[in-house]
DNA sequence: CCTGCCCTCGCTATTTCTGGGGAGTTGATA
DNA sequence: TATCAACTCCCCAGAAATAGCGAGGGCAGG
C-alpha cells in the first residue's frame, strides 16, 4: 500500500533528478516502492526514436528494440488511441504477432499483469508509462483501482522530466506573423484554395498572394505547404 | 486550502457526471472548493471546433468564439508549445492584439492571475483547463505551488469526462497512415516539391502521388496542405 | 517627417498539382 | 487459398499555385 507521503516522496525524488541516469535509478525506488514486478517509461515520437527507461531487463529492451516490436506492441498500439489508463488485458490481444510478443515477453521476466498510462507531448510526442506485475487478476484489479490516480501523476512527472532532458523540443523563436496572414495560412490549414480564401477574407486573390508570401518569407518556408507546417509546429495558427 | 479529502471528493463528482451539464455544475462546485474566481475547461480539435465548460460568463464565452480570440489567447498558443502546466504570467503577452485581449478579459470579470495545464489527447486532441484568480502574485505562487498536482489530477479528470461526451473522435476516423505515406506528407511538409520528394524516396513522381492521395483519403483532407496540416496536428508525423 | 510595416489591387507566364483512367508485384492475414 | 493492403509504374488534360514586374493609402515609432 502507497499512502500519500510515498507518494510525494517519489514525485520529489522524480522532480530532483538531474539526469537520465537519476531517472533510471529513481525507477527502481518506484517498482521497489510501489511493490511491483517492473515499472517502465517508453518515449516515442513519430519520426520513429525511441528512449526507454525502467526496469525492464536489458535483454527485453534489446530484444525488443532489435525485433522493432513498437510495431505490433499491443500495448503501444492501444495506448496510442485513447487517452484513458488502461489494463492490458482489455487490450487487442488478438493477432497472432500480438500472442507470440506476449508469450516471448513473459519469457523475459515480464508478470502477466500490465497498466499503462498514455501520456502526450507538444509535436507529436507520445510517451507510456506502464506497471507491470504478476499475480491474480483481482490482486490487480484492486491495485490499479487503488493507485490509478497516483500513476497518472507519476506518469506526468516521468514525461516531464524525459522532456526536459531531450534537448529536440528547440522553441525557436521565429518572428510573428500579421494577423491577416494568419487568417490566410488558417484558412489554408483547413483545405481552402487561394480562390476560396480569398473570398472568405473578402479580398483579391492577388492580395492573398502577398500574404502568403510573405510568410513563407518569415517563416524561411519554401512553398505554401511548407509555411502552414511550419506555422502550425510552432503554434503560430491552431487547427 | 484544499486536503486530499476535497480532492477525493471532486475527482469523485467528476467521475459521475454522466453529461456536459454535470460537468458545469460540477465546475461549479469546484470553482468553490479551491476557492477561485474561476476555473475554465477549454477543448478543442483539429477540425477547429471547439467546446468550453466552466465558470465564465456567458458574455466572455460568446465575445470568445464570435472573435476567435483562440487565434491570439496567447494561454491557448502557449501552452499548445509545452507540456508543463504554466502560469499566465510565464506567457507571452508582448504582441499588442494579445494585451488588448487581456484587458478585454479583466473587464469581462477575469482575475489577474492565471495557471493552466494543457492536455492532449489522441488525434490532435488538445485542451486547457485553467484556474483563474484575483489575488498577489505571491499568494498565488503559493497556491499554484501548492496545488500543481491535484491540478494535473483535476485536469486529466475533466478531459477523460469531456472525451467520454464527445463521440467525435471515433477509431474509424483516424485511419493510420501507411509507411510511404508517412514519408511523403513529413517531406511534403518540411517543403520539398513532389519531384523532390520522389527522387528523394527513389519513386516515380507517379508513384509518390498515389500515396499523397490516400493520405489525403485517410485524412479526409482537400487537398495536401491540408493532408500535411491534419497529419501534423494529429500527430502522425513530425517537423 | 521619414521609414517601415500592414493592407489592398493589377497583369502575364511558367511550373506544379490534381483528378480521371489502368496494371502488376509483394506480404501478411484470414 | 483467397483476399486485402501496401507498394510500384504509366498517360493525359485541366486546375491551381508560383514567380516576376508593378501600384498606392494608412498607421505607428524614431
Known amino acids: ?118 501520456i502526450r507531448g507538444p509535436n507529436g510526442q507520445f510517451a507510456l508509462f506502464s506497471v507491470n506485475h504478476s499475480c491474480s487478476d483481482e490482486a490487480w484489479a484492486d491495485f490499479t483501482e487503488l493507485h490509478r490516480r497516483d500513476l497518472i501523476l507519476i506518469a506526468h512527472y516521468f514525461n516531464e522530466k524525459a522532456l526536459e532532458f531531450e534537448p529536440e523540443r528547440t522553441p525557436e523563436q521565429s518572428q510573428a506573423l500579421s494577423p491577416r496572414e494568419v487568417d490566410a495560412l488558417t484558412l489554408l490549414a483547413i483545405g481552402y484554395s487561394r480562390a476560396q480564401v480569398a473570398n472568405t477574407l473578402a479580398i483579391s486573390e492577388h492580395t492573398l498572394r502577398v500574404y502568403i508570401e510573405s510568410a513563407r518569407f518569415k517563416l524561411g518556408a519554401l512553398n505554401t505547404t511548407h509555411a502552414v507546417a511550419r506555422a502550425l509546429s510552432r503554434g503560430l495558427i491552431v487547427v
Not at 65 to 84: A, E, S, T
Request: glycine fraction near 8%; include cysteine.
Open 1 to 118: 500500500m502507497v499512502t500519500q507521503k510515498h507518494l510525494e516522496k517519489i514525485l520529489e525524488r522524480l522532480e530532483q533528478a538531474e539526469t537520465l541516469d537519476g531517472l533510471q535509478t529513481a525507477s527502481v525506488t518506484l517498482r521497489d516502492t510501489l511493490d511491483v514486478g517492473h515499472i517502465a517509461y517508453h518515449w516515442v515520437d513519430s519520426a520513429g526514436d525511441q528512449y526507454g527507461c525502467g526496469t525492464y531487463s536489458i535483454a527485453w529492451q534489446e530484444r525488443y528494440l532489435d525485433k522493432n516490436y513498437l510495431r505490433i506492441d499491443p500495448v503501444v498500439i492501444g495506448c496510442y488511441q485513447r487517452f484513458h489508463p488502461v489494463d492490458w488485458k482489455r487490450l487487442d490481444w488478438s493477432s497472432k504477432a500480438a500472442r507470440a510478443f506476449l508469450s516471448e515477453s513473459i519469457e523475459y521476466g515480464l508478470g502477466n499483469q500490465g497498466y499503462s498510462v498514455p
